[in-house]
C-alpha cells in the first residue's frame, strides 16, 4: 500500500508560480524507490498528465506543461513536488499525484500513461485567474 497526500493548491494570477507538494508514505514499499507522477483534470474534461519521476530522478513532462512545470523528489523527506511558473488559466484544474509501485526506473513518453499508475492521492485545487 502507498498513501499519497497533497497540499499547496490554492488560486494564483495568471503569471504567477505556485509549489504542490505530495507527501509519500508506504508500509510495504521504499518510497525513494517509486515512479511517481503528477496528473491534472479541468472540471468537465478528462484528466491529463503533467510529469513524472523516476527513482533516479529522471523527468517526463507534458507538452503543455514542458518549460513551464518542474517536478522533483526529496526521497529524505518522501516528499514529491511540483513547481508551476508562468501560470496560464488553462492550468486550472485538480492536481493529483500518484504512484507507481511497478517500477522505479522510467524514461520516455510512456511513462505519462496513467495506466501505469496504481496509487492516486485525493487531490489538491488549482486556479488560475486573470
Known amino acids: 500500500q502507498v498513501q499519497l497526500v497533497e497540499s499547496g493548491g490554492t488560486s494564483a494570477q495568471a503569471g504567477g508560480s505556485l509549489r504542490l507538494s505530495c507527501s509519500v508514505s508506504?508500509?510495504?514499499?521504499?518510497?525513494?524507490?517509486?515512479?511517481l507522477g503528477w496528473f491534472r483534470q479541468a472540471q468537465g474534461k478528462e484528466r491529463e498528465e503533467v510529469a513524472s519521476?523516476?527513482?533516479?530522478?529522471?523527468?517526463e513532462y507534458a507538452d503543455s506543461v514542458k518549460g513551464r512545470f518542474t517536478a522533483s523528489r526529496d526521497n529524505a523527506k518522501n516528499i514529491l513536488y511540483l513547481q508551476m511558473n508562468s501560470l496560464k488559466l488553462e492550468d486550472t484544474a485538480m492536481y493529483y499525484c500518484?504512484?507507481?509501485?511497478?517500477?522505479?526506473?522510467?524514461?520516455?513518453?510512456?511513462?505519462?500513461?496513467?495506466?501505469?499508475?496504481?496509487?492516486w492521492g485525493q487531490g489538491t485545487q488549482v486556479t488560475v485567474s486573470s
Open positions: 500518484a504512484a507507481d509501485s511497478r517500477r522505479n526506473y522510467c524514461r520516455g513518453a510512456f511513462c505519462l500513461g496513467s495506466s501505469l499508475f496504481d496509487y
Open positions: 508506504s508500509s510495504t514499499h521504499m518510497v525513494g524507490g517509486l515512479h
Open positions: 519521476i523516476d527513482s533516479r530522478h529522471n523527468t
